[in-house]
């Protein structure tokens, strides 16, 4: 089976643990108005590689993914359930850790063909990157163009099969830094399990130029990128609502 990879990126230390091979596969139906990937947007192209080839090029430098392993991320990785199986099936039976980074979006409640297939792929999943873009829906939408039910109903489901995962939220001014809804999501995953860590991520510009190569609008003109320490400050409240909720002093 070959899946439909946009790149992939030898050693990467921002994808999970330790040093990893990262596999961007192809394909979105999100359209973040932050995105810094639109060219992963689109479904069906990109170079088409077999999960073996994925393995042998893992191999190829494998003493330096000791601590690490592989992690598939986006685009949106799990518009390629069938693919990701068979490739994670494939890492496990060497040893190698797995990562799925995924916005969630794809998951539906309910007993579906799909949702067995995601059942079998968590058997051989070690970690889940999931990233939560906006707690309240409305504004999700219209950072997105997507609901949020189906993502926060996949956070739920990761905590309920016990699932160990980390959280991502990126902090854009005047779209996601509300103190409200910061303190929401604090409280959100502070009911669930499972969560092992938190990213609080600074909106950055660094996308611009591929949407001007590209030709499209870049959706924000004129927001300017956030600071460290104001994400660091966005953590703070995220961390305060999940601890008060917890119970944790």
Known sequence: M?????????????????????????GCPLRCKYCHNPDTWQIGTGERISAEEIIE?????KAFYAHGGITVTGGEPLLQIDFLLEL???????GIHTCIDTSGITY????????????????YTDLVMLDIKHIDPV??????????EGILAFAKYLSEKKVPFWVRHVVV?????????LTKLGEFLGNLSGVKALDVLPYHTMGKAKYKEMGIPYPLEGVEAL??????????IILKAFKETRKIP
């Not at 994670?88 to 060497?94: C, I, L, N, Y």
Request: hydrophobic fraction near 25%.
């Open 173 to 181: 001014p005047g779209i996601t830094d509300d103190p409200v809804y």
């Open 139 to 148: 504004l999700h939408r219209e950072l997105t163009g997507q609901d949020n």
């Open 227 to 236: 600071s460290t320490s104001e994400a660091v400050k966005a953590k703070e």
């Open 108 to 123: 539906r409640e309910g007993t579906s063909e799909y949702n067995d297939k995601l059942d079998l792929l968590l058997e």
């Open 57 to 61: 090029n893992y191999s190829k430098n």
């Open 88 to 94: 994670f099936k494939m890492a496990k039976k060497e």
């Open 2 to 26: 070959e899946g439909y990879i946009h790149s992939t990126e030898s050693f990467g230390t921002v994808d999970g643990p330790g040093i990893r091979y990262v596999v961007f596969m192809q």
